[in-house]
C-alpha cells in the first residue's frame, strides 16, 4: 500500500466551479499536511498548510483534514483559468516527508 | 535573485559524460534537499542537507553525489548516468526543521 494516494486527474471543471482534490494517506504518524501547486516548467509552490485535524481557509481555497479517516482536502472556490495547475498533496512528520503523485487540474473559460 | 535558482535549466548528457547541477537559495534558510519528478510519480526526496551537513540519504545510486559547500549552495554531481535517470530535478530549501519547503524551477535532465 502507498503511503499517500492521489488520483492524477486529468480534472477538467468549468471556471467558477468548486474544485474538491483529496488525498489519503496510511501513517498515522504524520502530523503536518501541505498542499502545494505546481505550474507547467515551475518547482512547486507552498499553497496552503495545516496541523492536525479541522480546517483552514486562505482566500478562495480552503485546505480540510480528518485524521481519524487519513483523509486530507483541497477545495478552490470560484475556479479560474489561473487556477490549472498540478495540485501535490505533502505531509510529514520528523524528516520524512512524503508527497501524492498529484492531480492534474484544468479550469475551461 | 530570489528565492531559490537552479542551474542549468536543461541538460542532456550521454551515459559516460560528468556533469553538476547547480542550486542557490537567497532566503537565508539553513536545510537544503534534492528531489527527482518523473511522470506519474510522486516526488521522491533524494539528499536532504541540514546546517550543510547531511542528515539524509534515501537509498539514492552513488551514480548521484551531492555536495553542499554552505547554508546557500547545493549541487548534484553526476556520472554514469542510466536512460532512466532522466527526470526533473528539483532543489527546495526551508528553515531547519520547518515543513515549509520552497522550490527552485528544476533542471530537465535527459540521459541519452
Known amino acids: 500500500q502507498k503511503e499517500v494516494e492521489q488520483d492524477p486527474g486529468p480534472l477538467s471543471v468549468p471556471e467558477g466551479a468548486i474544485v474538491s482534490l483529496n488525498c489519503t494517506y496510511s501513517?498515522?504518524?504524520?502530523?503536518?499536511f501541505m498542499w502545494y501547486r505546481q505550474y507547467s516548467r515551475k518547482g512547486p509552490e507552498l499553497l496552503m498548510y495545516?496541523?492536525?485535524?479541522g480546517n483552514k481557509e486562505d482566500g478562495r481555497f480552503t485546505a480540510q483534514v480528518d485524521k481519524s479517516s487519513k483523509y486530507i482536502s483541497l477545495f478552490i472556490r470560484d475556479s479560474q483559468p489561473s487556477d490549472s495547475a498540478t495540485y501535490l498533496c505533502?505531509?510529514?512528520?520528523?524528516?520524512?516527508?512524503?508527497f501524492g503523485t498529484g492531480t492534474r487540474l484544468k479550469v475551461l473559460a | 535573485e530570489t528565492g531559490v535558482t537552479q542551474t542549468p535549466r536543461h541538460l542532456v548528457m550521454g551515459m559516460t559524460n560528468k556533469k553538476s547541477l547547480k542550486c542557490e537559495q537567497h532566503?537565508?534558510?539553513?536545510?537544503m534537499y534534492w528531489y527527482k519528478q518523473s511522470a506519474k510519480k510522486p516526488l521522491e526526496l533524494m539528499f536532504v542537507?541540514?546546517?550543510?551537513?547531511?542528515?539524509e540519504n534515501n537509498s539514492v545510486p552513488s551514480r548521484f553525489s551531492p555536495e553542499c559547500p554552505n547554508s546557500s549552495h547545493l549541487f548534484l554531481h553526476l556520472h554514469t548516468l542510466q536512460p532512466e535517470d532522466s527526470a526533473l530535478y528539483l532543489c527546495?530549501?526551508?528553515?531547519?526543521?520547518?515543513?515549509?519547503?520552497?522550490f527552485g524551477p528544476g533542471t530537465r535532465l535527459t540521459v541519452t
Open positions: 527546495a530549501s526551508s528553515p531547519a526543521g520547518s515543513y515549509e519547503q520552497y
Open positions: 501513517n498515522s504518524a504524520f502530523q503536518y
Open positions: 495545516t496541523y492536525s485535524s
Open positions: 505533502a505531509m510529514t512528520g520528523t524528516y520524512k516527508y512524503i
Open positions: 532566503l537565508g534558510h539553513n536545510a
Open positions: 542537507y541540514s546546517l550543510e551537513e547531511r542528515v
